[in-house]
């Protein structure tokens, strides 16, 4: 998991970027918070987005990846970042496939076998990322390991454990809170 550094630094730097806000909020899940993790703010801030890179890459050293992945559109800074940084080739996952162009439901490529790590920004049930761990699949991907900058202990890590795949949170909504 994370060292004390890495996660203290990603938790100061979440704060002083915005991304953790007060009031009474509507979640894609379609669940009531009063709080919300808004980690765009934290993905379109340079500085911040270095530090997320910099952690989830130190928690991937030594784990056997080809690619580094992310669902289109939260997950694209995120994802790019840590490739960037851990020199691991790209894969964005669309929420569907397109008709124009090359079509397909995927930005970059993978073989058959490819084992990709999925980064998401922030976890409640895990339903987005459990459809392109889906999709991944399908297509002869192997995903077995999501990082998400912040899990919100709100059943994520069971519904991906259920399929097979470990959820590792680089902190916890609690740590924000």
């Known amino acids: 998991m994370s060292d004390g550094n890495g996660k203290r630094a990603l938790i100061d730097a979440l704060k002083a970027c915005?991304?953790?806000?007060?009031?009474?909020?509507?979640?894609s899940s379609g669940k009531k918070s009063t709080y919300y993790i808004d980690i765009k703010k934290a993905s379109t801030d340079p500085a911040t987005?270095?530090?997320?890179?910099?952690?989830?890459?130190?928690?991937?050293k030594g784990h056997d990846i080809d690619n580094v992945g992310g669902v289109v559109l939260g997950g694209v800074p995120l994802a790019t970042a840590v490739s960037l940084e851990a020199e691991l080739p790209l894969v964005?996952?669309?929420?569907?496939?397109?008709?124009?162009?090359?079509?397909?439901?995927?930005?970059?490529?993978?073989?058959?076998?490819?084992?990709?790590?999925?980064l998401e920004d922030?976890?409640?049930s895990g339903g987005s990322v459990k459809d392109a761990i889906v999709a991944i699949r399908d297509a002869g991907g192997v995903v077995d390991r999501v990082i998400t900058v912040v899990d919100r202990d709100s059943g994520a890590e069971k519904n991906l454990s259920d399929i097979?795949?470990?959820?590792?949170?680089?902190?916890?909504?609690?740590d924000l809170i």
């Open 18 to 27: 915005g991304a953790v806000k007060f009031g009474d909020f509507t979640l």
């Open 49 to 60: 987005l270095k530090v997320i890179a910099k952690e989830a890459t130190r928690v991937i």
């Open 92 to 118: 964005l996952i669309r929420k569907s496939g397109k008709d124009y162009g090359t079509g397909g439901r995927f930005v970059g490529e993978f073989q058959k076998g490819s084992k990709i790590l999925l």
């Open 122 to 124: 922030v976890t409640t």
């Open 164 to 174: 097979g795949v470990k959820l590792v949170p680089l902190v916890r909504a609690s």
